[in-house]
């Protein structure tokens, strides 16, 4: 859905006359100009800028996640369901600031 919408939506940003009644008129001017494949010209562009982003986010994630929780388990701390609730939602050193 990503996709298609964004290829759509750079057209309109650059030629807003393009969709005078709105981002549904655009997206048939789109289709009558080049075909519904001009809603996926844009994929190899969105692939290498999303997956390289997608798979950092989610490594940093993970391991920013297990330094918090080990973190707390060494310091004694039973790592309950508000924890698993508070650390992925802040900072660690945050969350361990605001709750001792």
Known sequence: ???PMEA???PLVVEPEMAA???VDGGLNMVGNEGIKGF???L????SKQV???????VSFDYITTI??????????TICSKW???IPFCHAGECLILHQ
């Open 8 to 10: 759509l939506r750079i």
């Open 21 to 23: 009644n709105g981002w």
């Open 40 to 42: 996926w010209k844009c």
């Open 52 to 58: 390289p982003y997608t798979i950092t986010k989610n």
């Open 1 to 3: 859905m990503l996709c």
């Open 68 to 77: 918090a929780y080990s973190t707390i388990a060494a310091w004694g701390i």
């Open 84 to 86: 698993k609730l508070a």
């Open 44 to 47: 190899p562009v969105m692939l």
